[in-house]
């Protein structure tokens, strides 16, 4: 009788280990997919510090308006 309850535990242990390593197959492969896709979207993510000198309404020769300049700029003026 001993004998048999220990094939029996082997028997599930090895359809554990079966069904385990069936998972890691679908897992993995899907984990490394969604890495490359995440790193995909992440390398093409607009850049925010990026500034387009060509679109209208942009001046890169002014600092901005009066209003928005410290007290200290306004008094050197």
């Keep these: 009788m001993t004998e048999r309850s220990i ?5 599930r242990a ?11 197959a679908v897992i993995v492969p899907l984990a ?5 896709v995440l790193l995909m979207v992440w390398a093409h993510r607009p850049d925010p510090y990026l500034i387009d000198y060509d679109a209208p309404g942009v001046d ?10 410290p007290e200290y700029w306004r008094d050197a003026n």
């Design 7 to 11: 094939q029996i535990a082997v028997a």
């Design 60 to 69: 890169i020769t002014s600092e901005g308006p009066e209003a928005l300049k």
């Design 14 to 24: 090895d359809l554990i280990v079966c069904t385990v390593l069936k998972w890691l």
């Design 32 to 36: 490394v997919l969604f890495l490359l």
